[in-house]
Structures are given as structure tokens and as C-alpha cells.
């Protein structure tokens, strides 16, 4: 079994009046190589006729967003002409690559009738090679996404990427990963093999989770040692988990506001691509 290295809890960074936590990366953890980047948003309820999500029109270059929506709703626009709206339980895949503008913001029925709020996105690195990659983007809805219990039903996991036994995640990545949302009963368990040399990225979104006799409650990430090639897990509460790991890429990183690139050059020349139109154009 691998053991804990360190548990982050999550710092408190509210965007307009949305409720954010931000456990990666924070002063004592840069990044869980390839994983860069994760704000937990909510859980809170909006009143109706409210504003909704605040992220309007913005670029990225790099790197890649994974986006969970546990409650409430998500509409996605980007400069590649791809459109959506992915309800509660679903998830969103978007692959910046060279470059492309995109907004996220609620539904129009949601900033009317308001309800419950809870997303989660996390950034993924794209190895260099993958850097100015085609953009592309995949939007899920719950019912359309792998998903198996475990533990007489008290796990529920919906498989993102990856395989889990014979379980193929419904999101084809362009490079190696595992990416899961594990939703658990009080008292359910699980183990889970993980190769040696993969990073493990683990964020208790709710609940409480016990890991090596080590108890976690929510708003908390482990960061693993690379010394064992299992990982086992008991919800002592309610619980839901995100559970990825990968290969780490162990390349330079250079990250800047919506670009995560290899060389503070490449930030420059992401920005001058910007102010030039390259990532595409925008209409409302």
C-alpha cells in the first residue's frame, strides 16, 4: 500500500459570489505532475434570477479542463463552434491544445429558477509533443457516462478515463490517465491498483474517507509517496472522491494565467498568438 505524504486542505478564494476552494496548487504543493490545477466551486444555492457561473469569453493554450458537475448546470461555448449545456452528474472534457477561447457559464433556467451549485474543474498538462495539439471538446451527460458499483453497491464509480478491471471510462484521452468519480456509502470500500511510477491525484470532494488508518474529511488532498502499488480506501461518512493518476510527464512547467506551456518563451509567444486572433473568433 502506498502511504501519505502530505494532506493539503483547500484555501478559500471566492470568485465574485462564488463559493471557490483551491487545493492545487498551493505554497507547499506546485503541481501532481501531469495534474496542475483543481477549484472546487460551491456547494451553494443560488436564488432564482441570479448571475449564474462568472466565467464568461477566455482563452487557454496547453493544457486541458476537466469539469464536474455535481449539482447545477454548465453551458459551454468555444471559439471551435462546439456548444452545450451538461446537467448534474455530468462532465465536461476540453482539450485547449494550440489554443481557443471558451466560456462557461450557468443555463439560462438555472439563472432563472436558481437550486443547488457544486463544480469542480481540474487542469490537466499536455506533454510537449501535445502542446499545440487541435482543440477538441466532449460534453457528457450522467446517463452516458461509464459507470459500476462496487462493495455490494456502497461504491458507486463513474469511470472518466481509463480502465478499472474490465470497465473502459467513456472520454478517450490523447495520452495515458486515469480519471474517476467515486461516489461512497458510510462504511463502503475499495482498493485500487496503481502502477509504480504513477502519481496519484486524490481530492475528498464530501465526507470523510479513511486512508491508512488516517481519517480525511472533504476539502482535503492527499499527496501519495511513490512506495507502494495499491491504495485502499473506507468512507467513515457520505462520501465522494476524485481518483486519477498517470505517468508524470517530467518536463519543465511554466504556467501564466490561462496558459500552461514549457518555457516562459512560449507563454510570451501564447499571448502575442492571442492579442493576434489566432485562437479563433468570438460571437455571442
Known amino acids: 500500500m502506498r502511504t501519505i505524504k502530505e494532506i493539503h486542505k483547500a484555501s478559500y478564494h471566492p470568485?465574485?459570489?462564488?463559493?471557490?476552494?483551491?487545493?492545487?496548487?498551493?505554497?507547499?504543493l506546485r503541481?501532481?505532475?501531469p495534474f496542475i490545477f483543481l477549484n472546487h466551486h460551491g456547494l451553494q444555492t443560488y436564488p432564482k434570477n441570479n448571475n449564474g457561473l462568472p466565467f464568461g469569453p477566455h482563452p487557454h493554450r496547453g493544457m486541458e479542463t476537466v469539469t464536474f458537475i455535481l449539482e447545477g448546470d454548465i453551458m459551454h461555448k468555444d471559439s471551435g463552434g462546439h456548444e452545450s449545456v451538461i446537467d448534474a452528474g455530468g462532465i465536461q472534457w476540453m482539450t485547449a491544445g494550440r489554443g481557443l477561447i471558451h466560456a462557461e457559464v450557468s443555463s439560462k433556467?438555472?439563472?432563472?429558477?436558481?437550486?443547488?451549485l457544486e463544480i469542480l474543474q481540474l487542469w490537466l498538462n499536455l506533454p510537449a509533443r501535445l502542446k499545440m495539439t487541435e482543440p477538441r471538446y466532449f460534453g457528457l451527460q450522467k446517463d452516458e457516462i461509464t459507470h459500476f458499483n462496487l462493495d455490494d453497491d456502497r461504491v458507486k464509480v463513474q469511470l472518466i478515463a481509463g480502465e478499472w478491471g474490465e470497465n473502459i471510462g467513456s472520454f478517450d484521452s490523447l495520452w495515458p490517465i486515469f480519471?474517476?468519480?467515486?461516489?461512497m456509502n458510510k462504511g463502503g470500500k475499495f482498493s485500487k491498483d496503481i502502477p509504480m511510477g504513477e502519481n496519484v491525484f486524490f481530492y475528498v470532494v464530501r465526507g470523510k474517507v479513511k486512508v491508512m488508518g488516517e481519517e480525511i474529511p472533504f476539502r482535503n488532498l492527499i499527496e501519495f509517496n511513490n512506495d507502494g502499488d495499491s491504495i485502499a480506501v473506507e468512507a467513515t461518512e457520505d462520501a465522494v472522491i476524485i481518483l486519477g493518476h498517470a505517468k508524470?510527464?517530467?518536463?519543465?512547467?511554466?504556467?501564466?494565467?490561462?496558459?500552461?506551456?514549457?518555457?516562459?518563451?512560449?507563454?510570451?509567444?501564447?499571448?502575442?498568438?492571442?492579442?493576434f486572433g489566432k485562437f479563433g473568433s468570438w460571437q455571442d
Open 15 to 28: 470568485i465574485a459570489d462564488l463559493i471557490t476552494y483551491n487545493p492545487l496548487p498551493s505554497p507547499k
Open 31 to 33: 503541481q501532481i505532475d
Open 109 to 116: 433556467k438555472f439563472k432563472k429558477e436558481g437550486g443547488d
Open 179 to 183: 480519471l474517476s468519480t467515486i461516489f
Open 248 to 275: 508524470p510527464f517530467n518536463e519543465p512547467l511554466v504556467a501564466q494565467g490561462p496558459f500552461v506551456m514549457n518555457t516562459q518563451a512560449e507563454i510570451r509567444q501564447a499571448y502575442q498568438d492571442y492579442q
